[in-house]
C-alpha cells in the first residue's frame, strides 16, 4: 500500500472542503457573528472535517518514533490580580476593575487566542445521565400564603439570531494550520502515544491504578459527524481516513 499517495490525496481533498467551509463564513473586518442557520451548516461540516484531519495525523505519524521533550515552565501571570483567589495575588471582586484600584497601573495586553487540532476523539455522551433542565423555575406553593405566579415560555429560537463565530473561526484555522504542517502534527501524536505508553507501563510495575488515561486516540463506534448515507465528500473522505488510521494504528502496535 503507498501511504504517501493517500496521504496526499486526502489532504488535498480536505484542504479543498476547508477552503469552501472558509469561504460560507466569509466574515468581514470587525464582525464576529453569524447567522444561526449559517452556524449550524458550517459546525455540521467542521465536525466531520477535524475528524478526518485527526485521522490523518494518525496515518502521518504511523512510523515516527519521538524522543522525551523537556516539560515547559508555566510562564508567571501578566498580572498580580487573581479572580477566583487561588494562587497568589490581589483578590478582585467580581466587577471591578485593576484600573479602579490602581489608576496608574498598565497592563500588558494578551495575544490573540489560537487554538490546536485535538488529538483525541471526544467520547460519546453515553446516556442515561441526569438531565438538567435549564431555565426551570420553582414551583413550590403555600395554599393561603403565596398565588400562583405567571410563568413566562422559553423563547423560541429563530434561524436569523445572530452567534458569536469567534470559536468557529479559531476551529477552523487551527484545521488550516494542521493540513499545512502535517509532521508538526505527527510529531505531536507521537510524543502524546509515548507519554500515554510511559504511564500505562508505569501503573503497571507499581501495582496501582492511577490516573485514568487514554490508551486510543479513536473514539468506539462512528468518527464524529460521520453519517450512514455519505451526504457530502467529507463523509467519504473521513470513511476513507477511519480505515486509513485502524491500519495505522494496528501496524504500530504489531511492530
Known sequence: MDWDVAIERNREALKRILAMLVAMVGLADGETTLPRRSHRAILALLRPVEAAARRLVIVV??????????????????????????????????GVK????????????????????PL???LPKWPGGRHRQVGGVPRILAPGYSEPRFIPGR????????????????????????????????????????????????????????????????????????????????HEVLADLQYFAFRALERRDSS
Open 98 to 117: 485593576p484600573s479602579a484600584i490602581l489608576p496608574n497601573l498598565v497592563l500588558r495586553r494578551a495575544a490573540p487566542r489560537t487554538v490546536a487540532l
Open 61 to 94: 505519524a504511523r512510523d515516527l518514533v519521538v524522543s522525551p521533550r523537556p516539560r515547559k515552565v508555566k510562564p508567571l501571570p501578566d498580572t498580580v490580580f487573581v479572580r477566583t483567589g487561588k494562587g497568589t495575588g490581589i483578590v478582585l471582586p467580581y
Open 155 to 234: 423563547c423560541r429560537l429563530s434561524p436569523d439570531d445572530r452567534i458569536d463565530a469567534t470559536r468557529l473561526a479559531l476551529r477552523l484555522q487551527a484545521v488550516g494550520r494542521a493540513l499545512d504542517d502535517l509532521p508538526r502534527e505527527a510529531r505531536r501524536f507521537a510524543r502524546w502515544r509515548r507519554r500515554a505508553a510511559a504511564a500505562g507501563a508505569q501503573n503497571l510495575e507499581s501495582g496501582a491504578a492511577g490516573k485514568v488515561r487514554r490508551v486510543w486516540p479513536l473514539r468506539p463506534g462512528c468518527p464524529p459527524g460521520s453519517c450512514r448515507g455519505p451526504a457530502h465528500q467529507v
Open 120 to 122: 483525541l476523539d471526544p
